[in-house]
């Protein structure tokens, strides 16, 4: 079986990845012309990182991950602690594999070293995709044409194999805007910050940071509402005056870690309904191509992962039959995937709640262990993606 997966960032390297574990023929195209993820950190919680771990990626991941201790929900202004929920050993033991924060260039560089380079194509655009009977053609801006058994597009929000198989159709601005900035650790070495992930909320605006590139950064990412920037690039410049106003007021360790940013990159929030369908033919969709969600669960590049684990357990399984196993993969994805959008969104209002009645009610229920205790996250990090087995019609998590 030959597969093309178009988009050779995080979703398409860690899919190519683990086809090839299941014995598949796998090359991956990517548009730019080198291998590799811009922006900043990513969390990578159990779910996703038990999968790469059976890539035989551990020690790559140990050596440039960070494995926090806890994740802190906090008040904007006098920084109370309103939960604090465990990371690090207790998550482990409980989900039989750790908690990471990476900067998203470290992980999209390990995942690139462990595919052999005769099967990674940079600089190719897609500019066509047609299927002929049991095959699909892929057209590039350069000239090649190539064919396959099936076709994968994990190439991101503004997927091309999207727009080719199903029509266009733009994503949604949700208003929000966001700044992040990478600070070294130097420069904050007076905050004593402990190796966990941070979430300020506060009126209209929220504040995360963690520690990435084995602790050498700290990655800063502050969301806003109303705001009036639109472009979805994540290589604009900002200016840290303007991210410094809109926090007047807040904690002195999140403005001090503003104003500590070498510098900063603005970019709008964008998301997308739930498509109706994932797959067609020989042609299926992936990661954000399909399911784009705001990062308020800090869950979009390990359902990425999952999606390459499941689709992997699935052609192995069903090799005859390619678009039945695609038809059972969004059988078994989507509901997940549609899932975690929407806990997303929800999260976004919640973590910007004026003071009041509905921030107090929030508040102690945090207090109260909320929804962050090892029992409560079992359905998100105690999933295995690559459990499947197709049974009949439908598909059966082992």
Known sequence: MKIAIIGGGIGGLSAAL?????????????????????????????????????????????????????????????????????????????????YYHFHRGDLAALLADALPTERAHADHRLVGVEEKGERVIGRFDNGLSIEADLLIGADGIHSRVRALTFGLEKPRFTGCVAWRGLVPAERIAHLDLEVASHNWMGPGAHCVHYWVSARRLMNVVCVVEHGTWTNESWTDKGDVADVLARYEGWHPTVRGLIAAFPETFVWALHDRAPLSAWTKGRVALLGDACHPMLPMMAQGAAQAIEDGAAVASLLKAMPDDVPGALRCYEEVRKPRATRLQEASAANRIRFHLPDGPEQQARDAAMANGGDRSLDAMDWLYGHDAAGLSPRGAGVTTI
């Open 18 to 98: 683990a086809l090839l574990e299941a014995g598949l023929d796998v090359e991956v195209y990517e548009q730019a012309r080198r291998f590799g993820e811009i922006g900043a950190g990513i969390q990578i919680s159990p779910n996703a990182s038990r999968l790469l771990h059976r890539l035989g990626l551990k020690p790559a991941m140990d050596k440039c991950g960070v494995r926090p201790l806890a994740v802190h929900q906090k008040r904007w202004d006098d920084g109370r602690t309103l939960q604090r929920a465990p990371l690090g050993p207790e998550v482990e033991a409980r989900f039989d594999a750790p």
